[in-house]
């Protein structure tokens, strides 16, 4: 099984701020998904196969990396962007999750 | 427009089976290379994936809970299931059901998730 490790675990951000999340992985994988989970609800896909944006996620979110280190980035927080940050990998079974980047608002 | 939404008994007592029920429409499990999974979610933690089900009846499940978990799917009603034998607390979690998208078998649409809590 592939696990994959988030940091940093907890980070606040002020409005403007650019914002780095990282998972990395126990093992190489293809590619990185990432989802975003606001308070009491379910997760959305995010960034799929790396560094494609899923729909309505705005331009200020990108993905990169490669082989175990993978990252999301935010290039100017914004109020609306704190939430927890889970990373999956589905490239071997079992698929996995990080466990998660609890992003708030400084 | 893909939506899915989960179903459950809310409730149950430690032994006993939970079954799920995910109803979905805007896909077809019949069409190829479509595939639901289950992932669950226990209150303040993080994610667990626990099985998918694929348009040809292939199943996979997660290995530290496979002895326990049964996924199937109605596919003219549009409807997959996941049974879980011999529940005990640590099964009390948010269940959630997933379309997955692609190759590489991302989670693409999520249903609003169904809490199941396990105690005496």
């Known amino acids: 099984e592939i696990v994959l490790t988030q940091s940093p675990t907890t980070m606040a951000a002020s409005p403007g701020e650019k914002v780095t999340l990282t998972c990395r992985a126990s093992?190489?994988?293809?590619?990185m998904h990432w989802y975003q989970q606001r308070s009491g609800t379910s997760p959305k896909l995010w960034i799929y196969e790396t560094s494609k944006l899923a729909s309505g996620v705005p331009n200020r979110f990108s993905g990169s990396g490669s082989g175990t280190s993978y990252s999301l980035t935010i290039n100017s927080m914004e109020t609306e962007d704190a939430a927890t940050y889970y990373c999956?990998?589905?490239?071997?079974?079992?698929?996995?999750f990080g466990a998660g980047t609890k992003l708030e608002l400084k | 427009q893909v939506t899915l939404k989960e179903s459950g008994p809310g409730i149950l007592q430690p032994s006993q089976t939970l079954s799920l029920t995910c109803t979905f429409s805007?896909?077809?499990?019949?069409?190829?290379?479509?595939?639901v999974g289950w992932i669950r979610q226990p209150s303040g933690k993080g994610l667990e994936w626990l099985a998918n089900?694929?348009?040809?009846?292939?199943?996979y499940y997660n290995p530290s809970l496979k002895n326990r978990l049964t996924i199937s799917k109605d596919t003219s009603n549009n409807q997959a299931f996941l049974k879980i034998t011999n529940v005990d607390t640590a099964d009390t979690a948010t269940y959630y059901c997933?379309?997955?998208?692609?190759?590489?078998?991302?989670?693409?649409?999520w249903g609003q998730g169904t809490l199941v809590t396990v105690s005496s």
């Open positions: 089900i694929w348009w040809d009846d292939d199943k």
């Open positions: 999956q990998q589905g490239s071997s079974y079992p698929p996995t």
């Open positions: 093992s190489s994988v293809s590619y």
């Open positions: 997933a379309r997955i998208g692609g190759y590489y078998h991302w989670f693409a649409y």
């Open positions: 805007g896909f077809s499990l019949s069409t190829y290379g479509m595939g």
